[in-house]
């Protein structure tokens, strides 16, 4: 795994509980998802854009996430609905985005930054909270993502160093294999894996995705996420470069359906190395229908191998594609939650949200 893609996984720095107040009169748009403020005198818990009353300093407690607001005992606001995920991709991001999308090789300084009536420190806020980079790094990573394309297409390394906006050749090569571990040289022989970041209802998400398939899925605060990374690398003799997949887009709107109740399938093509066994445990784990739970023994009896309790438990928890492949429709044999990578609190608001008995939730980010 490239230092790019660990940085992901490295959360943002908290802010300050006067930061956070700050920010919570101000309806700073800025701060969303990075704190959470509860009200000890009504019980609730608001998103920090909330247009309800403030409250006074010392009426209001901080949390990094919903999951620690209900915790402690409190209701999400029905003003503001905490519980729905923003939109996190604002107007004059998208746009940025855009500009990068169809000229990857260009470079936008904070002075260009300032010429299109943005501030910088805004922009890089986003990125660093949205993908754990900042936005120049971001930059970088999209024209060596670039420069990678060109050079599996053919081009010499010269001309792929020069087209991706590169001025200096020992740069790039330096930059190169930081990022991707070989020489632009020895690149041919590796495929990258495109990962994002994106909010769901139930906490910050990671994706990877080949040109094939999507193949992985997990909760950012998943017990053991790098190592499994790393070993999703080494089975795909790929590089994680933090990089846009056509697949992205459409896993965002299924899942926005999802969690929306509007969802019982996805049509996602995916990639998913394993051993045979794991994979005839995902297939039948895909053939749980929507709202349904079987246990460990009726998974291993669907397999044909009824005394595999164990390991159809252990292949449920090598599943790297949370939700789509649903291993939190399995269930102890008395019935009792057990065994979700994700935290049980989320297997149990999934299960829920399948039955119809959840909070609302909405879009993903």
């Not at 509980?17 to 101000?26: G, K, N, R």
């Not at 590089?239 to 109740?261: C, H, K, M, W």
Request: hydrophobic share 40%; glycine share 6%; proline share 6%.
């Amino acid at each position: 795994m490239t230092a790019s893609a660990r940085a992901l996984l490295l959360p943002f720095p908290e802010p300050t509980t006067a930061e956070c107040y700050q920010a919570l009169v101000a309806k700073d748009a800025s701060y969303e998802g990075r704190f959470i403020a509860a009200v000890k005198t009504t019980g609730i818990f608001c998103r920090p854009t909330c247009s309800a009353r403030k409250p006074k300093p010392e009426n209001v407690e901080f949390f990094a996430t919903t999951k620690e607001a209900l915790l402690h005992g409190y209701r999400p606001c029905k003003v503001c609905r905490p519980l729905i995920a923003r939109d996190a991709t604002p107007d004059f991001i998208r746009q940025l985005l855009q500009e990068l999308m169809h000229q990857p090789a260009t470079k936008i300084t904070d002075y260009q930054l300032r010429q299109k009536g943005l501030e910088p420190v805004t922009v890089r806020r986003w990125f660093l909270r949205q993908h754990g980079i900042t936005f120049h790094s971001f930059q970088r990573l999209n024209r060596l993502n670039l420069a990678f394309q060109k050079l599996q297409q053919g081009e010499s390394v010269t001309a792929a160093a020069f087209d991706s906006g590169y001025e200096s050749l020992s740069g790039f090569q330096e930059s190169f294999k930081t990022v991707f571990g070989v020489a632009p040289t020895r690149s041919r022989a590796q495929q990258v894996i495109n990962l994002t970041r994106l909010e769901t209802p139930l906490g910050t998400m990671l994706a990877c995705a080949t040109e094939t398939g999507l193949c992985l899925l997990e909760f950012t605060d998943r017990r053991g996420l790098e190592t499994e990374l790393k070993d999703l690398a080494r089975r795909l003799n790929a590089t994680i470069v933090q990089s846009d997949n056509p697949l992205f887009t459409l896993l965002r709107t299924q899942l926005a359906e999802y969690f929306a109740g509007h969802r019982r399938e996805f049509s996602i093509p995916l990639v998913t190395p394993g051993t045979a066994f794991q994979q005839l445990v995902w297939q039948e784990l895909r053939r749980i229908p929507y709202a349904a739970t079987r246990s460990y023994g009726q998974q291993a009896a669907a397999l044909g191998r009824p005394a595999a309790v164990r390991a159809v438990a252990s292949a449920n928890g090598m599943n790297r594609v949370a939700i789509l492949i649903p291993c939190h429709r399995v269930l102890g044999a008395d019935g009792q939650l057990t065994g979700y990578a994700g935290g049980l609190w989320r297997k149990k608001a999934l299960l829920e949200l399948e039955s119809g008995t959840s909070p609302e939730v909405g879009p993903i980010a």
